[in-house]
């Protein structure tokens, strides 16, 4: 009987990958394969022995570009749509192991300094919000200079940490550069509110939408110099809408009633005079209320819903009320990029690596990355593409062996979502039909192991 292994799709995403001996291409893909199927493992009880040794001489060269491949295969997918959302977001990964070599200084207690790296992410989404793959990736271990709060205005922008943002930028001007016809919005929080970052030159297609950090900045608008705040008290909205504000810590998914308002303002050029000042809208959405009582957190260890209020800076055109509701869906997909650097820690626990060197982990966590970017993409799968074949997204006998164990017939991607979440633990109501990462991830890897055992039983006995 011929079985269809799913992991597969790691050999498609790493097909053609540039390595320093080919004998390492069928290992990498293994290597990838096991990390997928025992998600959650530690490195060396996931790949095994000889997977364990080869990664660790492969995982020693350095500037190993492991997603660049990947990133062709997110190319790919993008290019029929005809609206491409970059989100971006960084994570701190703290190791407390104190053996680690090259680690950075991410913060301190009264005890003792906290170690680690930094990674920032930008994920390439449909405007559907579903995750077409990773774009840009950047890991690396922060210096002291780089979390300092003063005098940062003496540091060049390439010493920053803010660079990262400028990094994303030159990355999709050069993916997008044969590709114009598309529009590319980068979508960034506060941390990217600066001038350089809105200053950089860019391509025509390619948007910027940003949250404001700094309300104190003097903007001009019509004819006077004024703080963003001031301007913000002098607008009138345009009208009312709905945004749905993504699952939080703590926080379940809800929809929030908000007023939308918009105007033009022009940003003069801060630290770096010769630059030329930039024309940008300044968007504000407001929930105007506190949240009805049904979408109030109340459970005991979860957080109020706090109303939303997002002041944005965009190139995009809103000037009517239809453009601002569509910016407003654009940012409030920001959050995937954080349910992305969530999943990492939380479901393939990469805070838990046992690798020593700074150069291999890098590498590995570059993998890590990629099994991350699938099991989003799976998540997010039952609001994109729920209503379609699940036969079109999963492979036959993973789809007979999740129906052998629920006892139910499985015909879409949401049916069988919500059949694999639910050995996870999930169990779906009104307000949450559809799963999250943690129980979809937990669930995944019991219907792995039990589709092994399904088809050892049709090798041995015919039935399943």
Known sequence: METDHPTKWIAEELQGITLPD??????????????AEYSGFSFSAACGERLRKSAWRLFSTE????????QHRTMDRCASEQIILIVEDTTD?????????????LGSTKSKAIKGLNMHTALALSDAGEPLGIIHQQIWAPKVHQRATTNTSKIAIEDK??????????????????????????????????FEHYGQPRQDNIKLLVRVQQKKRIVQYKDKKLSIAQVLKQLTPLGQGQVRVWRR??????IAQVHYYATTITLPPTYKQ??????????????????????????????????????????LAADSLQEVVTIGSYYACRWTAERFHYILKSGLHIEQVQIDSYVRLVNALQLYALIGWHLLWLQRLAKANGDQAASEFIESQTLEAAQAVSGKQISTVKDFLVVTAVLGGFIPTRKQPLPGEKTLWLGLRQLLAIRKGFIAAKLKYGTG
Not at 172 to 187: D, G, H, M, S
């Open 22 to 35: 080919k004998r390492f291409s069928a290992n990498i893909i293994s290597i990838a394969e096991r990390l």
């Open 274 to 315: 010769k630059l030329a000042a930039r024309t940008m809208q300044l968007v504000w959405i407001k929930e105007e209320q506190e949240p009805p009582p049904e979408q109030q957190v109340v459970e005991e260890n979860k957080k109020k819903a706090e109303p939303i209020e997002w002041v944005l800076l965009t190139d």
């Open 63 to 70: 500037e190993l570009e492991l997603l660049s491949v990947h």
């Open 161 to 194: 940490e803010t660079i990262k943002w400028i990094n994303t930028l030159k990355t999709v001007n050069r993916c997008w550069q044969q590709q114009q016809q598309q529009q590319v919005v980068l979508i960034s929080d506060r941390e990217a509110d600066f």
């Open 249 to 254: 810590p703590n926080q379940p998914e809800r």
């Open 93 to 105: 990964i703290v190791y407390r192991q104190q053996q680690k070599q090259g680690m950075g200084e």
